[in-house]
């Protein structure tokens, strides 16, 4: 079954870049979404964004600014960038599976699509900004 | 931005009983758009709904989801000592194109 492994650094100072990795093992890369989440302590969920195999991008508007999610098809990997972090970005990073990009012949957003959710997540990665 | 509400905050019951957990959006969605996760201390969220009312793979048949607009609801029959975690619902929307409520914390009384 599919299985996703994540890793970066766990320790940033403020004003530096968040840099993690998601690995996707035991399925289809390319025909899915594949987001980032992630989960202050005590707190709840945020959605970063996600991207496709084809590297087309969505991210949260209130993140944008300084949000990068590429994609490399040639490892089945999608890293996440985060610039210029304070202790707010302090969090448990998740990477996840989204819904298929088309199943048989819709897409999502077409009536008949119905893959609105994460179904596989990695095991996270914790994320400190302290000076 | 479509905001998902869910109530209680905090729910206290018993191994056995029934648990009914609320999500409310701020605007009507379709019932395709929403799922339900849970998240047990320390591990990732888990998929338990989606469509609303769809089982995902592997989801014992005592969760159960229903609703629709702008009123959704978990129901867990009978309460396993597992089944006590946090859960969230999420939607799919426009901007940003996943929100997620602010969770429901189900513990033992």
């Known amino acids: 079954q599919v299985q996703l492994q994540q890793w970066g650094a766990g320790l940033l100072k403020p004003s530096e870049t968040l840099s993690l990795t998601c690995a996707v093992y035991g399925g289809s890369f390319s025909g899915y979404y594949w987001s980032w989440i992630r989960q202050p302590p005590g707190k709840g969920l945020e959605w970063i964004g996600e991207i496709n195999h084809s590297g087309s991008t969505n991210y949260n508007p209130s993140l944008k600014s300084r949000v990068t999610i590429s994609v490399d098809t040639s490892k089945n990997q999608f890293s996440l960038k985060l610039n210029s972090v304070t202790a707010a970005d302090t969090a448990v990073y998740y990477c996840?599976?989204?819904?298929?990009?088309?199943?048989?012949?819709?897409?999502?957003?077409?009536?008949?699509?119905?893959?609105?959710?994460?179904?596989?997540w990695g095991k996270g990665t914790t994320v400190t900004v302290s000076s | 931005e479509i905001v998902l509400t869910q109530s209680p905050g905090t729910l206290s019951l018993s191994p056995g009983e029934r648990a009914t957990l609320s999500c409310r959006a701020s605007?009507?969605?379709?019932?395709?758009?929403l799922a339900w996760y849970q998240q047990r201390p320390g591990q990732a969220p888990r998929l338990l709904i989606y469509?609303?009312?769809s089982r995902a793979t592997g989801i014992p048949d005592r969760f159960s989801g229903s609703g629709s607009g702008t009123d959704f609801t978990l129901t867990i029959s009978r309460l396993e000592p597992e089944d006590f975690a946090v859960y969230y619902c999420?939607?799919?929307?426009?901007?940003?194109?996943?929100?997620f409520g602010q969770g429901t914390k189900l513990e033992i009384k």
């Open positions: 469509g609303a009312s």
């Open positions: 999420q939607q799919y929307g426009s901007s940003p194109l996943y929100t």
């Open positions: 996840a599976r989204g819904g298929p990009t088309m199943i048989r012949g819709v897409i999502r957003g077409a009536p008949g699509y119905y893959y609105y959710y994460m179904d596989v």
């Open positions: 605007q009507s969605i379709s019932s395709s758009y």
